[in-house]
């Protein structure tokens, strides 16, 4: 069947609609989007293209992580994990009026390397949050063996340490099982800067500084370190 000049026309522009082509025949021109400082795209005019460059900015390297609260030279949460709190496990702290130690309480602990304390962290941490389903660490500051202070459990959170007594309740935790070795020396020197900065901080009298056989049936801290905390009391160290 033959088509005439005209139907053969109608027949070509009817593909043109219909069909799924990947090129335009036209281009309509817009306002170029803005780039960042106000420098507009490229322009395309036939095969020419005309940019004007942003101004180079220098990459700037992360940041180290700081503590901005808590005990000097304390090393931040960040420094051994990157997990976070499970939020709707952990309740506001509402205010410190109280402080309380304990010891790990686990194997004995005899290194002093980072790697090895940062994995013991991270350890307690999944036992907290994953076998006993709390939100978090338990305690809000932990002591390892080399005397190195850290971050736990954000001190804006209630803690879980002493069963039914965390709010309020800052936990302060010493890495080892003190019913089998001693602390070290470095650790009983950390935590009595530790605990003098938390009573100034919060304004906490001594008389409000537990061990955690003192608020509950335990034999935490262990019966190496009971003593030396009943020590620090009395002498005045932490007045």
Same mark, same amino acid.
């Given at each position: 069947?033959? /088509?005439? +000049? $005209?139907?053969?026309?109608?027949?070509?522009? !009817?593909?043109?609609?219909?069909?799924? @082509?990947? =090129?335009? %025949?036209? /281009?309509? +021109? $817009?306002?170029?989007?803005?780039?960042?400082? !106000?420098?507009?795209?490229?322009?395309? @005019?036939? =095969?020419? %293209?005309?940019?004007?460059?942003?101004?180079?900015?220098?990459?700037?390297?992360?940041?180290?992580?700081?503590?901005?609260?808590?005990?000097?030279?304390?090393?931040?949460?960040?420094?051994?994990?990157?997990?976070?709190?499970?939020?709707?496990?952990?309740?506001?702290?509402?205010?410190?009026?109280?402080?309380?130690?304990?010891?790990?309480?686990?194997?004995?602990?005899?290194?002093?390397?980072?790697?090895?304390?940062?994995?013991?962290?991270?350890?307690?941490?999944?036992?907290?949050?994953?076998?006993?389903?709390?939100?978090?660490?338990?305690?809000?500051?932990?002591?390892?063996?080399?005397?190195?202070?850290?971050?736990?459990?954000?001190?804006?959170?209630?803690?879980?340490?002493?069963?039914?007594?965390?709010?309020?309740?800052?936990?302060?935790?010493?890495?080892?099982?003190?019913?089998?070795?001693?602390?070290?020396?470095?650790?009983?020197?950390?935590?009595?800067?530790?605990?003098?900065?938390?009573?100034?901080?919060?304004?906490?009298?001594?008389?409000?500084?537990?061990?955690?056989?003192?608020?509950?049936?335990?034999?935490?801290?262990?019966?190496?370190?009971?003593?030396?905390?009943?020590?620090?009391?009395?002498?005045?160290?932490?007045?």
């Amino acid at each position: 069947m033959k /088509l005439t +000049r $005209r139907e053969l026309l109608l027949t070509s522009l !009817g593909l043109l609609v219909t069909g799924c @082509t990947q =090129t335009p %025949t036209s /281009l309509n +021109r $817009r306002p170029g989007t803005p780039w960042p400082n !106000g420098v507009s795209q490229p322009i395309r @005019t036939g =095969t020419d %293209t005309r940019t004007v460059a942003a101004p180079r900015t220098p990459i700037q390297p992360a940041p180290t992580p700081i503590a901005t609260a808590g005990p000097p030279g304390m090393r931040p949460r960040s420094w051994w994990t990157r997990s976070g709190p499970i939020r709707s496990k952990v309740n506001p702290m509402m205010g410190v009026n109280r402080i309380t130690i304990h010891h790990e309480g686990h194997t004995p602990v005899w290194f002093t390397d980072e790697a090895s304390t940062r994995a013991r962290m991270e350890q307690v941490r999944n036992i907290h949050t994953r076998d006993r389903r709390w939100g978090d660490i338990g305690y809000h500051y932990v002591i390892d063996r080399a005397g190195r202070v850290i971050e736990g459990r954000s001190v804006a959170y209630q803690g879980a340490h002493v069963s039914n007594q965390n709010p309020h309740n800052v936990g302060v935790m010493l890495l080892g099982n003190f019913e089998k070795q001693s602390p070290s020396q470095a650790q009983l020197t950390s935590l009595q800067s530790t605990l003098r900065h938390l009573m100034a901080k919060y304004r906490v009298p001594v008389k409000r500084v537990y061990t955690h056989r003192e608020l509950g049936p335990t034999i935490c801290p262990g019966r190496n370190l009971q003593p030396r905390i009943a020590s620090l009391r009395s002498s005045g160290a932490l007045a």
